[in-house]
Nanobody, 124 residues
Framework: QVQLVESGGGSVQAGGSLTLSCEVS???????VGWFRQAPGKEREGVAS????????LYADSVNGRFSISRANGHKSVYLQMDNLKPEDSGMYYC??????????????????WGQGTQVSISS
């Protein structure tokens, strides 16, 4: 099975940048990895997803053009580069993974594995 550990969260001012890391371990290596976030009182939502071999990526409209998900060839970690951060980007960010196809990426039930999350706080 797969284990996921997020890191890189913190507190920054609006307009700043932050890079989140998802350490992926275990077997098999997932075919897709995604990032999700949840603000207090809000539902968890999809932020970005990528096919780990094809490097195809998908983004929520709210972060498109500001966030970038990536993985270096031959490396297991997946990253989320966040630029031009806004207060509404605040929340707990989770890494998720699938070893088999699970359906549309924005559906939480489509994902097999989840990390414990890393906190992101953006002040205005």
């Amino acid at each position: 099975q797969v284990q996921l550990v997020e890191s890189g969260g913190g507190s920054v001012q609006a307009g700043g940048s932050l890079t989140l890391s998802c350490e992926v371990s275990g077997d098999p290596y997932p075919y897709r990895v995604g990032w999700f976030r949840q603000a207090p009182g809000k539902e968890r939502e999809g932020v970005a997803s990528m096919h780990t071999r094809r490097h195809e990526t998908l983004y929520a409209d709210s972060v498109n053009g500001r966030f970038s998900i990536s993985r270096a060839n031959g490396h297991k970690s997946v990253y989320l580069q966040m630029d031009n951060l806004k207060p509404e980007d605040s929340g707990m960010y989770y890494c998720a993974a699938d070893t088999v196809y699970g359906g549309v990426w924005t559906a939480l039930t489509s994902w097999q594995y989840w990390g414990q999350g890393t906190q992101v706080s953006i002040s205005s």
